[in-house]
């Protein structure tokens, strides 16, 4: 089965503070992707990143850094010098191998993290 | 290029009424999803779409049906609103197989009361 675990249901950080959010994944797929997706107040869901299972390289882009661990099942989400505009509901995802009855792979989300950004 | 649209926003239902959510998408993609969001439970898959003319359920199904008949356009439909279906309602489109980044609408914000 696919799980995806967000154990972090809120956080508060002051403006400029570095922070950390934590992505921890199961499955039995050797092949899988993992994402992460923004959801700002205004409540769209925005694509964030998209990393596949054989690519641990880190990825950075500007303030946003992502921490793919396969040893720990891990893929860390940090923002740096964090921003109100950061200030949103981030969920991380994991589609695997798994076929779904009709066709397609399945998406499973965590169950969110809050992050508060505040001056 | 509008990406996945959403119509409407907001609409308050009572008990017992059906109404239909629209979904489109002018990129073309082959996959189509309709997800529920509900507090603390992160998006869960209700119905889902490989291609025109094809539906099939996911993990909620229950109390709602799907049509795609135009590879564009993949509709939801409550025939008989329940309280329980007071969420927000998600549309995503993904390109087809090879590609699994879904993009997402904005969102419906449905109230049964």
């Known amino acids: 089965a696919q799980k995806v675990t967000q154990a972090q249901t809120e956080i508060s950080v002051v403006e400029k503070e570095d922070v950390t959010l934590d992505c921890v994944y199961e499955t039995r797929d050797t092949t899988y992707y993992l994402f992460w997706y923004k959801q700002p107040p205004s409540g769209e869901l925005v694509f964030l990143i998209r990393?596949?299972?054989?690519?641990?390289q880190n990825e950075i882009s500007g303030r946003y850094s992502w921490n793919f661990q396969k040893s720990t099942s891990s893929f860390n989400f940090t923002i740096t010098a964090s921003q109100v505009v950061d200030s949103a509901v981030y969920f991380c995802a994991l589609s695997g191998r798994r076929i779904l009855t009709g066709g397609g792979n399945k998406l499973t989300f965590g169950t969110g993290t809050q992050l508060k950004v505040e001056l | 290029n509008a990406g996945v649209t959403q119509t409407p926003k907001f609409r308050v239902l009572k008990t017992g009424q059906s109404m239909t959510l629209l979904c489109a998408q002018d990129m073309n993609h082959e996959y189509m999803y309709w997800y529920r969001q509900d507090p603390g439970m992160g998006l869960r898959l209700i119905h889902y779409s490989v291609g025109e003319g094809t539906t099939a359920k996911g993990e909620v199904p229950d109390g709602y049906n799907v049509s795609r008949l135009k590879k564009q356009n993949f509709l939801l439909g409550l025939e008989s609103a329940a309280p329980s279906q007071t969420s927000v309602y998600f549309c995503?489109?993904?390109?087809?197989?090879?590609?699994?980044?879904?993009?997402f609408g904005p969102g419906t914000r449905l109230t049964v009361l």
């Open positions: 995503a489109s993904r390109p087809g197989p090879g590609t699994d980044t879904q993009y």
């Open positions: 990393r596949n299972s054989f690519d641990e």
